[in-house]
Structures are given as structure tokens and as C-alpha cells.
């Protein structure tokens, strides 16, 4: 039957077999006319410089590099360096990505946009971008994620954005991406959808990432300015995983530098209550992208699990399943409690309070320090801050009673080896 | 040997339409909603009450194209326990019932299950064809050989927003009918039609002569009766699905069921 097999058209955005554009016809167009604007302004001067004047008067790049001697005392003695993107603008690294897509709207004529988000942070940043360059601005956001990010749904609201809040399927990340994405179909002749993460159709999974790279450009200068070497690992949370693609992506030619995931754990893999794709799903379809995915046997998306809202997603970037597959990037997890030991430690040793899903790059990291041992140079991602955690995390260590943490917990790594992927 | 299009396919249905000079009524109900037993014969009722062509809807955990009737109706599937396999039994009664079945499903349950065994499960169990949602033809490559080789229709949709490029590409990749979304949006009834279908069909018959009908937002017989004034097909999901989710039991919600099948029905027959 070969010949009667009509050719296929055109598969843009691909990562190997990941990726793709598996939409509504409806959405088509706009995801064709944002490739284009994109294209063109990533080398249009005036684009550039526009983008690069806010990074450096708005959002404060570059953002900073800090070494953490007395917290990588935990980690074998391992020399670790985090990338500071908690001191951006918003307080995360996705406001980077932010403006880029909010001059991007301007540019294609379109008057609102419309997010989702986890943890709040791309809420956050979206609200801001709209409240600066004068867009009407709505954010979708799991009902689940409004009650334990309450602050940040505050703040969004502050900037001047609706917030809506989404109670349909699980009620969070996943389900906020539903809902814009059918507000995205209805209104997609004066709106664009800032999507905040690497994945979703084709540009998006490429157009995020580039947005990103800034981090990787930065921290790899400043690693080798500071050290005269390259990392040995580099290290970043992986929800969606965009984070982790930005400060990934200049090191991809360095064939020396070990680039390291760390995905959700949650309460442990067997428990299936996680978000490690990489340690437990199959390739599948999900918001117009292909690649790993959370499933049962019929296609059906399973819930996710994960103490950090931003990490709490069935699916993951279609680009990290190709790095996985090709075995460039590694992917392991953290769960809840390794996550919560390495926040209060990174508290108490540094004085930094990192966002929750930060927290599981640097448990990450204290496991990989433990593993390449003093000689190790580690690069971490600390992308974003915890502020808008301390609820979640107060509650964790029982701090909203007047209790105080016991004295000396931070010392005391807990145990390993909890059956965790080493993959 | 594997059947031929006019075997399983919607496509003598929708030329005994036009030879009636009429349109033909698509009605759209999901599998397991309120159960599966429920459910075919809730598509079987609304055969005998005069719907042309059944959908066959396989609830899905992230149904980005629908409105709140359609996807809580699928939710309630799930919940009860809905599988992907049940769309074979409502599609081997509806054909049973003497109208071809067309499977509406998300791209990643059939994906799961293996395209080429799907279709070929589909086709033994008297399937027309599939209408994908959130397939475009451009990603379609495995879906196109799975129908060519089984024979079935294939379905993808043309939307307001479509440029004439793409209705053409997609257009050309269709068998059975092409599926004309009337307006931007997602599932769900609407007051009114507005303009926005007339053009799309009028856009997609300057480029094709296959069939085109026209789906979301239709609701009663006099919708139905302007749209077939200019289109090939009605299709009609929520409206249909509500009179199952706002009954009080089953044989309520049937009733209310033929009652709005049959004046739809009327509605197709008095557009022209």
C-alpha cells in the first residue's frame, strides 16, 4: 500500500522524534505566525537591543554567580558555584523569557496575553512584562496551586492580571495549561500565550530555550573567569524543564561537562506519587508536544506529585527527551524530604532561601558532590527564590506554631540510597 | 482483504444526503457516559431518531478542545472506569444500527494503543473512520498509512483561522468528509451561528469537492436548518451530550435525546 500512502507534510520542531505540533488546526496559523516574528527578531538588531536593554536595566542581568563552600561541605567537599537567577527581577528566571515573548506580542499586534502557571513564578513574571508594556493579562493557574502559592496569586493580582483559578482534572500545572489553551483557540486573534516552559507545540520548545540560554552564556564565562576551568556537572530542576535547558544549552559542544537533571521524586517512585518521567513513563502526546509522559496502558494522563508546584507535571520539554535519549543530559530525582534537607541546609549555611524546585537541583547536587568527591567543580541553577514558599515550607518544619526546626538537623545528611535512579 | 472506504466509510451516507438534497446530521456522544451500556444505547437511540452519522467519543483526561458540557461528561466517564477498548463495542452496535461510526478521539489514545492496531481493530468492528481533534495531517504520517491500509475515513479540521495553503493541505489529506470548526473556540453550544461558518465552508468548496460539515455550536433544528443551507453535514455534540448529563436517569435523558435528534433531523431536511 506504500504507494497509495500519501507523502506526510512538513514536521517542524523536532528533537530527534520528540516534539512536534499536536494542536487544534485552529492554533496552526498563530503558532506559524510566532515562529516567523520569532525568527526575524531574534536577528533583528533592534529586537536584540531592546531585549538586552531590559535584562540589564529591568531584570538585572547578568545575574550573579555565588560559591557555597559551607553548604557544599555536605557534598563531599566538592567545590559548588550556583547561578543566581533567584536575584532577577520577579524572582526567578523566568521573567527572562518573559520579555522576550512580551516585545514579541507587541510586535505581532496583539493586545492581551494569557499564561499558565505552577508555582506562580511565570504568573508572576508574565503579570509584570504585561503591567510594563501595557497588555490586558490573564493567568491560568491550578486550584490546588492558588491555595498553596496564595502569596504569589496576590501578587499577580497586584500587578493588575485576573487570575483564574483552574478546578477541573488534578488542578494544577497540567490542568491551567487545558484551560489556556482553549482560551488561546477562542482568542487567538488578539492574544498570545506566553507559555512559560520548554515544551508545548513547535516554536515553543526552541523559542523558550534560546530565551533562556542567556543563563548558560553568563554562568559559563563566569565559572571560567572564576576557576579558569569548565564545571565538571552542571546541575538544574527539571518540571517542564526550561530552567534546566537555559543554563544547559551552552555546555552542550562541552563534551567534558556532565549536564544533570533532577527531576520530582515526591514521595518516591514506587509510591507513584512523583513527577520522574524520565525514571517512570513512556513517550506519549501531551499540550501539542511529544515526549515522555506520565500514562496508564490506555493514553490516559496520570496525576503528578511534587511538594514544588513548579515541578508538578506529568510531562516533560521534548528537547530533555531527546538529550536523554541520546544520553548527552542525565535525569535522576529528589523527593520531597531529600528536597526539604537540602532548602533548610542551603537556610542555614548560606543564608539563601531557594525556591522549592531550586531545592531539588541542590539535593542534586549534594548527591553528585558526594559522588565525584573534593576535585569536583559543580554548577548549580538556583532558579528562583523561596519566598513564596515559606508557607509550605514553615508548615514542613512546623514553624507555624512557634515550634523552631531541632538544632543541628542541617548537619546531618540523611541517609542515601532510597532506591533513587541512577540513570 | 482488507475493506474498501465504501465498505465502512461515511461516504455513500453522505452522497444518499445530497441526493435527497439535504444535509446529513452528525451526532456526537462520548463511550461511557453515564455508562458504557448507557451509552451505546443512547447512540443507538439516536440512530433510530434520525441521525445520519454517529461520533463516537472516547473521553480523554485533557480534552483541550472541549467546552464544560462534553468534558465533564467525559470526566464521569473516566471516573467510572471508561476504557478505550469500549469505543469498539458502541461502534459495532451503532453500525449494528445501521449508521456508519466515526471514533472522535485525542491523538495520544490512539497513539498509546498503536495506530495501526487501532485501526485495524476499528475496522472489525465495522468503524468508518476517525475525526482527530489535536492531529493535524502534518503530523499525521502513521495515522495516514494505518487508514490507508484499513480503509477508513480520516477526518482532520479546517478552522476561521486556517490560511488557504493550509485548508487546501488538509483538505487534501481528508477522506470522508472535511470538518469545518464554525468558529473559534471549543465545544459547546452557541446562540447564534454568526458568519463565520458560511465562510469557512465557502473557503473549503472552493478548494475541494469532498463533503464538508460543519461542527461546534450547534444546538436546535433552526441552527441546524441554517447550516444546512450551505454545508454537506451538521455535526452537534453538546447539545446532544446535555440531554444525557441534565436528566435525572437514563431513560430521561434518552427521550430528551430523540426529541432533540428529531428536531435536528427536521432541521437538516429544511435548510434548502
Known amino acids: 500500500m506504500s504507494d497509495l500512502t500519501p507523502e506526510p507534510l512538513a514536521r517542524p520542531g523536532r528533537f530527534g522524534e520528540f516534539g512536534g505540533r499536536y494542536v487544534p488546526e485552529a492554533l496552526i496559523p498563530a503558532l506559524e505566525e510566532l515562529d516567523e516574528a520569532r525568527r526575524k527578531a531574534m536577528v533583528d538588531p533592534e529586537f536584540m537591543g531592546e531585549l538586552e536593554r531590559l535584562h540589564r536595566t529591568y531584570t538585572g542581568r547578568p545575574s550573579i554567580i555565588t560559591e557555597v563552600p559551607r553548604f557544599a561541605a555536605h557534598a563531599g567537599n566538592a567545590r559548588i558555584i550556583l547561578k543566581r537567577e533567584d536575584l532577577n527581577h520577579t524572582g526567578s528566571?523566568?521573567?527572562?523569557?518573559?520579555?522576550?515573548?512580551?516585545?514579541?506580542?507587541?510586535?505581532?499586534?496583539?493586545?492581551?496575553?494569557?499564561?499558565?502557571?505552577?508555582?506562580?513564578?511565570?504568573?508572576?513574571?508574565?503579570?509584570?512584562?504585561?503591567?510594563?508594556?501595557?497588555?490586558?493579562?490573564?493567568?491560568?493557574?491550578?486550584?490546588?496551586?492558588?491555595?498553596?502559592?496564595?502569596?504569589?496569586?496576590?501578587?499577580?493580582?497586584?500587578?493588575?492580571?485576573?487570575?483564574?483559578?483552574?478546578?477541573?482534572?488534578?488542578?494544577?500545572?497540567?490542568?491551567?495549561?487545558?484551560?489556556?489553551?482553549?482560551?488561546?483557540?477562542?482568542?487567538?486573534?488578539?492574544?498570545?500565550?506566553?507559555?512559560?516552559?520548554?515544551?508545548?507545540?513547535?516554536?515553543?520548545?526552541?523559542?523558550?530555550?534560546?530565551?533562556?540560554?542567556?543563563?548558560?552564556?553568563?554562568?559559563?564565562?563566569?565559572?571560567?573567569?572564576?576557576?579558569?576551568?569548565?564545571?565538571?556537572?552542571?546541575?538544574?530542576?527539571?518540571?517542564?524543564?526550561?530552567?534546566?535547558?537555559?543554563?544547559?544549552?551552552?555546555?552542550?559542544?562541552?563534551?567534558?561537562?556532565?549536564?544533570?537533571?533532577?527531576?520530582?521524586?515526591?514521595?518516591?517512585?514506587?509510591?507513584?506519587?512523583?513527577?520522574?518521567?524520565?525514571?517512570?513513563?513512556?513517550?506519549?502526546?501531551?499540550?501539542?508536544?511529544?515526549?515522555?509522559?506520565?500514562?496508564?496502558?490506555?493514553?490516559?494522563?496520570?496525576?503528578?506529585?511534587?511538594?514544588?508546584?513548579?515541578?508538578?507535571?506529568?510531562?516533560?520539554?521534548?528537547?530533555?527527551?531527546?538529550?536523554?535519549?541520546?544520553?548527552?543530559?542525565?535525569?535522576?530525582?529528589?523527593?520531597?524530604?531529600?528536597?526539604?534537607?537540602?532548602?533548610?541546609?542551603?537556610?542555614?549555611?548560606?543564608?539563601?532561601?531557594?525556591?522549592?524546585?531550586?531545592?531539588?537541583?541542590?539535593?542534586?547536587?549534594?548527591?553528585?558532590?558526594?559522588?565525584?568527591?573534593?576535585?569536583?567543580?559543580?554548577?548549580?541553577?538556583?532558579?528562583?527564590?523561596?519566598?513564596?514558599?515559606?508557607?509550605?515550607?514553615?508548615?514542613?518544619?512546623?514553624?507555624?506554631?512557634?515550634?523552631?526546626?531541632?538544632?543541628?538537623?542541617?548537619?546531618?545528611?540523611?541517609?542515601?540510597?532510597?532506591?533513587?535512579?541512577?540513570? | 482483504m482488507s475493506p474498501t472506504t465504501t465498505d465502512l466509510g461515511v461516504g455513500r451516507v453522505l452522497e444518499q444526503c445530497r441526493a435527497e438534497n439535504r444535509a446529513a446530521l452528525v451526532g456526537y456522544l462520548p463511550v461511557g457516559f453515564p455508562s458504557v451500556e448507557g451509552s451505546v444505547e443512547a447512540m443507538v437511540a439516536m440512530v433510530e431518531a434520525g441521525v445520519d452519522i454517529v461520533e463516537v467519543g472516547i473521553p480523554y483526561s485533557d480534552p483541550l478542545m472541549d467546552g464544560p458540557v462534553i468534558a465533564y461528561a467525559a470526566d464521569q466517564a473516566l471516573k467510572r472506569g471508561v476504557r478505550v477498548n469500549d469505543a469498539f463495542t458502541a461502534t459495532r452496535a451503532v453500525r449494528d444500527a445501521g449508521a456508519p461510526p466515526l471514533v472522535m478521539s485525542y491523538w495520544n489514545l490512539i497513539l498509546r494503543h498503536g495506530p495501526t492496531a487501532f485501526a485495524r481493530e476499528l475496522a472489525a468492528a465495522g468503524g468508518a473512520g476517525i475525526i482527530t481533534p489535536d492531529l493535524i495531517p502534518d503530523e499525521g504520517g502513521e495515522w495516514i498509512a494505518a487508514s490507508e491500509e484499513t480503509g477508513l475515513d480520516r477526518v482532520f479540521l479546517v478552522a476561521p483561522s486556517s490560511t488557504e495553503q493550509r485548508i487546501a493541505a488538509v483538505t487534501e489529506q481528508c477522506r470522508g468528509f472535511v470538518y469545518a470548526v464554525s468558529h473559534m473556540g471549543v465545544t459547546g453550544a452557541r446562540t447564534s451561528m454568526g458568519d463565520a461558518a458560511a465562510v469557512i465552508v465557502n473557503r473549503t468548496k472552493a478548494v475541494t469537492d469532498k463533503p464538508v460539515c460543519v461542527g461546534l455550536g450547534v444546538s436546535g433544528g433552526s441552527q441546524a436548518a441554517e447550516v444546512a443551507a450551505y454545508a454537506d453535514g451538521v455535526i452537534v455534540g453538546s447539545a446532544l451530550v446535555r440531554c444525557l448529563t441534565e436528566a435525572e436517569d437514563l431513560a430521561g435523558g434518552i427521550s430528551a435525546l430523540r426529541a432533540l435528534v428529531g428536531e435536528l433531523a427536521e432541521g437538516v431536511r429544511s435548510g434548502r
Not at chain 1, 511534587?306 to 542525565?330: F, K
Open chain 1, 93 to 423: 528566571h523566568k521573567i527572562n523569557n518573559v520579555l522576550a515573548q512580551a516585545l514579541l506580542t507587541k510586535r505581532m499586534g496583539k493586545t492581551r496575553v494569557i499564561a499558565e502557571t505552577g508555582a506562580g513564578q511565570h504568573g508572576v513574571a508574565t503579570a509584570t512584562a504585561a503591567a510594563l508594556m501595557g497588555l490586558e493579562c490573564v493567568i491560568y493557574m491550578g486550584k490546588v496551586d492558588t491555595e498553596r502559592q496564595a502569596l504569589n496569586v496576590a501578587r499577580m493580582k497586584m500587578l493588575g492580571a485576573e487570575v483564574v483559578p483552574v478546578p477541573t482534572g488534578s488542578a494544577t500545572l497540567k490542568d491551567a495549561i487545558n484551560d489556556a489553551l482553549r482560551d488561546w483557540v477562542t482568542n487567538v486573534g488578539n492574544t498570545h500565550y506566553i507559555l512559560g516552559t520548554v515544551t508545548g507545540p513547535h516554536p515553543f520548545p526552541e523559542m523558550v530555550r534560546d530565551f533562556h540560554r542567556v543563563i548558560g552564556v553568563e554562568a559559563r564565562a563566569q565559572v571560567l573567569d572564576l576557576t579558569g576551568r569548565l564545571p565538571d556537572a552542571v546541575i538544574a530542576c527539571v518540571g517542564g524543564g526550561s530552567n534546566a535547558m537555559g543554563i544547559f544549552h551552552r555546555f552542550i559542544d562541552d563534551a567534558g561537562v556532565h549536564l544533570i537533571g533532577i527531576e520530582a521524586g515526591g514521595e518516591g517512585v514506587e509510591s507513584g506519587r512523583h513527577a520522574a518521567r524520565f525514571a517512570a513513563s513512556s513517550p506519549g502526546v501531551l499540550h501539542g508536544t511529544f515526549s515522555y509522559l506520565m500514562q496508564d496502558d490506555d493514553g490516559q494522563t496520570l496525576e503528578s506529585h511534587s511538594i514544588s508546584a513548579g515541578l508538578d507535571y506529568p510531562s516533560v520539554g521534548p528537547e530533555h527527551a531527546y538529550l536523554r535519549d541520546t544520553g548527552r543530559a542525565e535525569y535522576r530525582y529528589a523527593t520531597d524530604a531529600e528536597t526539604m534537607h537540602a532548602f533548610e541546609l542551603l537556610c542555614r549555611t548560606e543564608g539563601i532561601i531557594p525556591a522549592l524546585e531550586s531545592a531539588h537541583a541542590l539535593a542534586g547536587a549534594l548527591e553528585v558532590g558526594r559522588e565525584l568527591g573534593p576535585d569536583a567543580l559543580l554548577l548549580v541553577n538556583l532558579s528562583g527564590r523561596g519566598d513564596k514558599d515559606m508557607h509550605t515550607a514553615a508548615e514542613y518544619f512546623g514553624l507555624l506554631d512557634g515550634e523552631a526546626t531541632p538544632e543541628g538537623t542541617a548537619d546531618e545528611p540523611r541517609a542515601e540510597g532510597d532506591g533513587r535512579t541512577q540513570l
